[in-house]
C-alpha cells in the first residue's frame, strides 16, 4: 500500500472497524490543537484526553463553540503546571490509557523532558526523531522527510536510528516495501563531504543487513529522487529515482529549509510526528494550522 494523500489517508481511517485511537493532549488549552482534535472526534477517528487546568479547557471549548453534551463527555484530567502537566500526560502514557500524546500550549522541551527521563518516561528507541510528511502537487505520493526537526547534526550511525525510526512508521502504516534516498548534493561520492561519505556507509549497511524490505540508494540528489524524467536525461539507473518514499537529509539545516520550502513554495500540506517513543508524538510549532495538526493527528491514528 502506498499512501498518495492525507484524504486517501483519511478515508483510509474512516473505512476500517478499528478502534478509534486515544490521543492524549498535554495543556490541552491551544485553540489550533483542540479545533483538530475535537473534529476528528467529532468524525469518529479519535478518542481525546485532555491533561491541564480543567476550568481552562472547559472555558476554550465553550468559546469553541463546542456542545455542552460534547464537553461533559470529554476526558479531562485536571492538572496545574507545566511539569505537572508533562509528567501526568506521559504517565497516562505508560500506563497504556493512550495511543497518541500530543502537545498543546506547553513548550516543547518541558514535554520532551518527560518522555526522556530514564525512570518514568516512555522512550523506547535509542534516538528520538522528527519525520515530516509531506503532500506536494508536484509529486504523486506523499514524501516521508527526516530529520529537519530534531537532531542537529547526526553521525552516521544516528542516521541509521533516524531511518530505522522512519521505515518503522511506513511499516506501521501499511507499506510493503520503501523507497529511501540519502540526500546529498550530488549522485556522485564526494570524500570531501559527510553527507556524501555517510550516504555511501548507510546504502552499504542496508544492502549487507536484513532491515525489511527496502532499497536505499545514495549519495542521491533531491531532484533524481524526485523525478524519473530528470533521471532519465542524465542516464542515472535506480529503482528509487522517481520513486523516494523517504527522503534522509544530512543534518536538521537541510531538513528544516527544504520541508518549509515544500510548504511555501511548493503549496504543499504537511504533517510531522516524533518517533522513537512508546508512542507517537505530534509537536507542531507555534505556527502550525489546524489542518497541519489534523493531518498529523490521522498520521499518528493510522500508526
Known sequence: MILESFDALKKQLSSTDSTPKRVVVAAATDEHTLSAVIALHNEGLLIPVLVGEKNLIVELLEKMNVSESIITSLNIIDVDGDTEIAEKAVSVIRDGLGDVLMKGHIQTR?????????????????????????????????????????????????????????????????????????????????????????????????????????????????????SKEIAKEKDYVSPVAGEADILLVPDIVAGNLLGKSMVTFGKGKMAGLVLGAKVPIIITSRGSTTEEKMNSLMIACAM
Open 110 to 226: 518541558d514535554l520532551l523532558k518527560a518522555v526522556v527521563n530514564k525512570e518514568t518516561g516512555i522512550r523506547e528507541s535509542k534516538t528520538l526523531s522528527h519525520v515530516a510528511i509531506n503532500e506536494i502537487p508536484y509529486y504523486h505520493k506523499l514524501l516521508f522527510l527526516t530529520d529537519g526537526g530534531m537532531m542537529l547534526t547526526p553521525d552516521v550511525d544516528t542516521k541509521e536510528d533516524i531511518l530505522l525510526n522512519a521505515l518503522e512508521l511506513t511499516k506501521k502504516l501499511g507499506y510493503v516495501h520503501t523507497n529511501v534516498a540519502i540526500l546529498d548534493a550530488s549522485e556522485n561520492v564526494n570524500p570531501k563531504l559527510q553527507a556524501s561519505t555517510d550516504a555511501v556507509i548507510l546504502k552499504d549497511r542496508f544492502e549487507k543487513n536484513d532491515f525489511g524490505d527496502v532499497t536505499v540508494e545514495g549519495p542521491i540528489s533531491l531532484d533524481l529522487s524526485l
